[in-house]
């Protein structure tokens, strides 16, 4: 029996994700192209592109996005129309109500899939089935070191430096945490979108000086029972806003795209 061709992948940016994707990816998958806007030190010029049709040109069958929002903004819509399937990261770009309708309506007409990585939180598998038997109640909570908070709104609500004991210092719905906390709230975004929804799901973000590592902790209860997840994520080593494990969901799927058995 011939060998199955090697799963062929196209990235958009060159951060910390980007980077900790293409490191574990192994053998077997081979990145063909990568977008970045702002590429940093060390990249192969013979894999950078400078716009999406050249990323496109390049043929791959996946394309990956690891670089923010706006990237699903300006790119998410031609890739999916181009018939190749779009993995996200950054799904908190999808709080965005048009823009959800607009990838969806591409992914419709390129007869594509626009596939959402489960990121920094256990559980989502569990979650989503749950959702087919009946959910009442999804709450998650998202701990963070004080300081990995800077950047964001919360450095107006908080003197991040200064606190000595956990602040909440957002309580909402999924919608709002992930519009306005973009860069942090993938998790909470993913979560609503496996679950009851961006306006039912409740949110509550923590700034807590006690830990040195990303805590997600979900609670989902319905017609299937109630569960519990909790993870303490070890910060990407490239960006502390990001866990670990969000490099290595995304190239689990890409390996389960290119592999025979699939869990």
Partial sequence: MASKPALRIGLIGDGGISRAVREALGAGPRVVGILARCPREGLDEDLRVETVDDLLARKPDVVVECAGHEAVRCYGAQVLRAGLPLMIVSTGALADADLAVVLGAAAEEG?????????????????????????????????????????????????????????????????????????????????????????????????????????????????????????????????????????????????????????
């Fill in 111 to 263: 007869s594509a899939q626009l596939i959402l990585a489960s990121g920094a939180m256990a559980g989502i598998e569990g979650l989503s089935a749950a959702r087919l038997g009946g959910l009442d109640r999804v709450r998650y909570v998202g701990r963070k070191p004080a300081l990995a908070w800077r950047g964001t709104p919360a450095e107006q609500l908080l003197d991040l430096a200064a606190i000595a004991e956990p602040q909440v210092f957002f309580r909402g719905h999924a919608r709002e945490a992930a519009l306005a906390y973009p860069k942090n709230s993938n998790v909470a975004a993913t979560v609503a979108l496996a679950g009851i929804g961006f306006d039912l799901t409740e949110v509550e973000l923590v700034a807590d000086p006690t830990i040195a590592t990303n805590v997600h902790e979900l609670r989902f209860e319905g017609a299937d029972g109630s569960f519990e997840v909790r993870i303490a994520g070890a910060p990407s080593a490239a960006n502390p806003k990001t866990s670990a494990l969000t490099a290595h969901s995304i190239v689990r799927l890409l390996h389960g795209m290119a592999a025979p058995i699939v869990i």
